[in-house]
């Protein structure tokens, strides 16, 4: 029993060394820390800032050796799981849409929010370079600027576009103003032209011819009237005048002349047919000036008296005058020519009487009662049947020839 205890009692048990176990710790502490992972995640967008989605996203180390490779969601994200701490290159090919990298450090925490921007990336523009005695040659020609660097080319041509855009102006701004003169000047013509055909006519802008008991015609424009009087603008003013001075009132219908239409390609080389020549009448109209100057004497038929006007029991109207002869020749086929008016529009209608003369026999063996021999007189008739109508005045013209 003794030896026994004594063999326990004389046992040591060996205890590491303290500078061993700290080394040892340290070691698996080394080995914790280089041993965790990290992740990396973001979103893959446009130049434009829009998302790029279904697109695939590399992880490549400092060498560009793939590392991780993923493909970027719908909404353009994408992560990376699991990743050691160190340098890498998260690369984006978006095809159409161009490609994008991004410089990553993962150290002791995840990354988080990175942005890939893809953009087409346009091939470097390559400038041949000039012969050096070229260069020399340009730099010396080229003068000093120390302003901004415009082009030659395009300060030209900005200053050739502001010059013929005022030019374009001022040309746009001289022809308006030249047709409102144009127009202005016209204007002024035709007034001119009114004013002129007004006192030359006046029929032409006044209608109405008033006639007077007096004699006097008046033209006008009536403009306000009533049973006893009526007032009248004129040339001269306004006039008032009382009904029982008028005779009638005249409505004139003006009429202008038409001119022959001549087609538009032989009016340079048109000129009208010469008019027909007539064989010289062997008698003389009524005009005394129209007769023959070296002739002494010619026959001269005037109105006698007035004109007497009366109705018969069947409604026609009878003109009954007399007409003589105070001319030095015979005149032959007397006649009355009694023009009616029949309204106001201007409308008429001419009828004819002869004079009850003298008998005359012509050479050819024709017979007349028409003649007033110089100094006779001779009556005339007309009848206006009923069924010719109302009218509401006349003129008439005393007509005859005159024969060797």
């Known amino acids: 029993m003794t030896n026994l205890n004594r063999g326990i009692t004389g046992m ?6 303290n500078s061993i176990l700290l080394s040892t710790m340290f070691l698996i502490a080394f080995n914790f820390v280089q041993g965790k992972d990290y992740d990396i995640s973001g979103k893959v967008v446009d130049s434009s800032g829009e998302k790029v989605g279904k697109v695939t996203v590399l992880l490549l180390d400092k060498n560009e050796l793939e590392v991780q490779s993923t493909t970027a969601k719908g909404s353009g994200k994408f992560k990376f799981k699991k990743v050691l701490s160190g340098q890498y290159i998260v690369s984006v090919d978006g095809g159409e849409l161009g490609k994008g990298s991004a410089s990553v450090t993962v150290e002791e925490d995840d990354v988080k929010n990175l942005e890939i921007v893809v953009s087409v990336q346009k091939p ?97 424009k009536i403009v306000y009237q009533d049973e006893s009087e009526l007032k009248v603008e004129t040339l001269v003013g306004y006039l008032i005048i009382k009904r029982d001075n008028i005779v009638r009132v005249i409505d004139n219908v003006i009429t202008e002349d038409t001119q022959e239409y001549v087609p538009e390609q032989v009016r340079d080389s048109y000129s009208p047919p010469p008019m027909p020549r007539l064989s010289e009448p062997k008698y003389t109209s009524a005009d005394p000036l129209g007769r023959s100057a070296g002739r002494k004497y010619a026959a001269n038929c005037v109105l006698v008296g007035n004109i007497t006007e009366k109705k018969d029991n069947q409604g026609n109207t009878i003109f009954t005058g007399e007409i003589k002869n105070i001319g030095g020749r015979r005149a032959d086929f007397v006649k009355m020519d009694f023009v009616f008016r029949k309204n106001w529009s201007g409308e008429t209608k001419t009828l004819t009487t002869f004079t009850r003369g003298t008998y005359h026999t012509f050479d050819s063996g024709i017979t007349t009662d028409a003649t007033l021999l110089p100094g006779a007189m001779g009556a005339f008739e007309l009848y206006v049947p009923h069924a010719f109508g109302s009218f509401i005045g006349y003129s008439y013209v005393i007509d005859w020839e005159e024969y060797e």
């Open 124 to 220: 470097p523009t390559v400038v041949e370079e000039a012969p050096a005695a070229q260069q020399a040659v340009a730099a010396a020609a080229s003068p000093i600027n120390d302003g901004p660097l415009v082009p030659e080319a395009a300060a030209e041509d900005e200053s050739g576009d502001v010059g013929s855009t005022y030019i374009m102006n001022e040309l746009s701004f001289e022809i308006k103003k030249l047709s409102a003169e144009v127009k202005h000047i016209s204007s002024e013509l035709e007034n001119l032209k009114s004013l002129s055909k007004m006192w030359v006519n006046p029929l032409a802008i006044y209608s109405k011819e008033i006639i007077m008991k007096n004699g006097s015609t008046i033209f006008g």
């Open 12 to 17: 040591k048990i060996h205890t590491p060394n």
